[in-house]
């Protein structure tokens, strides 16, 4: 999935603007451009000196806009360094939300501004119980402004931020080998000085700088970055040891300023090209030369975006999901509608289905219910028919199922083979009736001698299985003339 990103800088002498291709891949400069306010100034015009007024921006947005095709693309911009002011401080909490409500008590005694009449916004430096924080605050009628003219063009930036200090956040970022280091970004009227410690921006000011001598101009910024230290020793009271100075910005002849600055501070000063040092965390490509010059700021803006790095945002909270949101809450809104409904229809057929399922249920339950009221016509009152016809089954079973307490459980069909096996064939015996009991068991039958009782007692004495064998009735039956006999047999 790819994206595009419009970085644009907004100076006092004009606009830079860069449009990114981002994807998993890498990134590509897809288009590249400088406007100078001057280039769209017509003689008619009577404005004053201040070129960021609202004509000469939509008039140089205008052209990039013709020239660059900006659909779908995320907006980020950077105020003039002009309309921008630095504050340190210290606040006894760590909380976002706590330091954004103090700051307005804590900035009007040192502002010469109405505090209702700026935008604030703060990164924290170090935080702790005591937790310092730099504060830049902008002109509220200067970023509507701004604001006014982006959307002429349909342009909604999700963040605005001061020039100058996402290149420093950059150069933190990607220079890992100099954690420790000043960079200085240079406008036509205007220097902002940006001190970074261990890889965070502590202090940043921004001064005047309207001299056209490039060593005069170098001289003043030299002695601002004197301020600016002496600034940083004071708040954070440790010393600051001077080693590497990085300079960008829009200066017509920047190999001299750097040179006298690098002169004048007997430490090295160093143009950067933003493009170069990116490379160490992202992927670039471009197909035509980059101006560092008038690049720079715009491509740290479009670092800071990629990289996801936190700074300091005048339009508020910088949340990816938030900006998403307000993208593409259409579509969204859209999406859960159709969910939404085919949720419905798919709790529709499951309640449908188990409708049906919970009649089919009641039919069963109505059949077991007759099956069991005809099985068992005795029981009258039903409360589970299948647990209650197992019940009844298991009882009819343990019926026939001969319970007493012997070695084994001996069946009626063994205790005949047993009795048959002890009564031999030539023996005239006839067995007529067998009932068994929990513990014994009655056989009668008819025989024609007593004697043959009296044998038929001895052999069945002769079993294992068969005990206490009594003859409990041995009567001779006139009509038949043959003894009818009931014997009692223990088990």
């Known amino acids: 999935m790819s994206r595009k990103i419009f970085s644009l800088d907004i100076r006092d002498t004009g606009i830079s603007a860069l449009l990114i291709e981002n994807s998993l891949k890498g990134s590509r400069i897809e288009a590249r451009m400088h406007v100078p306010y001057a280039d769209i100034r017509h003689p008619s015009d009577t404005q004053d000196e201040d070129h960021t007024a609202p004509g ?27 309309f921008i002011s630095y504050r340190n401080f210290q606040v006894p909490f760590k909380d976002r939300k706590k330091i954004r409500q103090v700051l307005p008590f804590e900035l009007e005694p040192v502002l010469p501004f109405a505090v209702d009449d700026l935008i604030i916004d703060f990164q924290i430096i170090h935080p702790a119980e005591k937790t310092d924080i730099l504060v830049s605050v902008a002109q509220r009628d200067e970023i509507h402004s701004i604001l006014a003219a982006l959307r002429q063009f349909g342009l909604e930036p999700y963040m605005l931020t001061p020039g100058g200090l996402s290149t420093a956040a950059c150069l933190a970022e990607c220079r890992e080998a100099d954690p420790d280091f000043i960079f ?11 001190i970074v410690v261990s890889g965070q921006v502590h202090v940043a000011r921004s001064f005047s700088a309207r001299l056209s001598d490039p060593r005069s101009r170098a001289k003043k910024v030299a002695d601002n970055i004197f301020q600016v230290i002496a600034a940083f020793e004071s708040l954070f009271l440790r010393d600051f040891t001077l080693s590497r100075i990085f300079i960008s910005g829009q200066n017509p002849d ?4 750097s040179r006298e600055i690098q002169d004048t501070l007997g430490i090295d000063a160093l143009p950067v090209n933003m493009l170069d040092a990116v490379q160490t965390k992202l992927n670039f490509t471009d197909d035509a030369e980059f101006a560092p010059g008038l690049m720079n700021t715009a491509m740290g803006l479009a670092t800071v975006e990629i990289l996801g790095l936190r ?12 900006r998403y949101w307000e993208e593409y809450k259409n579509d969204f809104i859209k999406t859960g509608l159709i969910a939404a409904f085919v949720f419905v229809l798919l709790m529709f057929n499951v309640l449908f289905e188990a409708h049906f399922l919970q009649k089919e249920v009641n039919q069963l339950n109505r059949r077991i219910a007759f099956i069991f009221q005809s099985t068992f016509p005795e029981v009258g009152k039903i409360i589970d028919p299948v647990a209650q016809m197992r019940t009844l089954v298991r009882q009819e079973q343990e019926k026939n ?30 067995l007529t009736n067998f009932v068994r009991g929990e513990d014994n068991l009655i056989i009668s039958g008819h025989t024609d001698s007593f004697n043959n009782v009296d ?3 001895s052999r069945l004495e002769q079993s294992e299985i ?3 064998i009594t003859i409990n009735a041995a009567n001779l039956e006139k009509s038949t003339n043959r003894i009818q006999f009931k014997l009692k047999i223990d088990l």
């Open 401 to 430: 199922v001969f319970s007493g307490k012997i070695d084994q459980e001996v069946m009626n069909i063994d205790i005949l083979n047993e009795i048959s096996s002890r009564i031999p064939a030539e023996l005239d015996v006839e």
């Open 56 to 82: 000469p921006l939509a008039g140089a947005l205008s052209i990039v806009a013709e020239a660059m095709d900006l659909s779908g693309a995320e907006t980020i911009v950077s105020v003039p360094p002009k």
């Open 184 to 194: 200085v970004d240079v406008d036509a009227e205007h220097a902002t000085v940006f």
């Open 466 to 468: 068969l005990k206490n």
């Open 311 to 322: 700074t300091i945002n005048f339009l508020g909270e910088h949340s990816i999901v938030r």
């Open 455 to 457: 044998d038929m007692k």
């Open 254 to 257: 920047m190999e001299t300023f």
